[in-house]
């Protein structure tokens, strides 16, 4: 069964962090790039950094500097750290991954307000 699993959303204050989880199945962790996306309301869905197989890593500009996606492969997880949050980067933040199909998580939702 293909699973993408997210955790760690909640309300912060601007400025603040954050840190996402992601634990995939073992298939699809393994096989391709785990990528992070947002969708902010009424918005569409964009990306927000991925992370290949073998550690590579790629961000949006929006987030460069900010943002830190690692993974960790004991634990099929894939971590996306959230620094210096600012006001337009609230969302329901989701993890994807491709394994013989296309997968999604049920997202967390990030709250960024004072």
């Known amino acids: 069964q293909v699973q993408l699993v997210e955790s760690g959303g909640g309300l912060v204050q601007p400025g603040g962090a954050l840190r996402l989880s992601c634990v995939a199945s073992?298939?699809?962790?393994?096989?391709?790039?785990i990528g992070w996306y947002r969708q902010p309301p009424g918005k569409e869905r964009e990306m927000v950094a991925r992370?290949?197989?073998?550690?590579?890593?790629d961000y949006a500009d929006s987030v460069k500097g900010r943002f830190t996606i690692s993974r960790d492969n004991a634990k099929n997880t894939v971590y996306l750290q959230m620094n210096s949050l600012k006001p337009e980067d609230p969302a329901v933040y989701y993890c994807?991954?491709?394994?013989?199909?296309?997968?999604w998580g049920q997202g967390t939702q990030v709250t960024v307000s004072s």
């Open positions: 994807n991954g491709f394994y013989f199909g296309n997968y």
């Open positions: 073992r298939g699809i962790f393994r096989a391709n790039a």
């Open positions: 992370i290949t197989s073998d550690g590579r890593t």
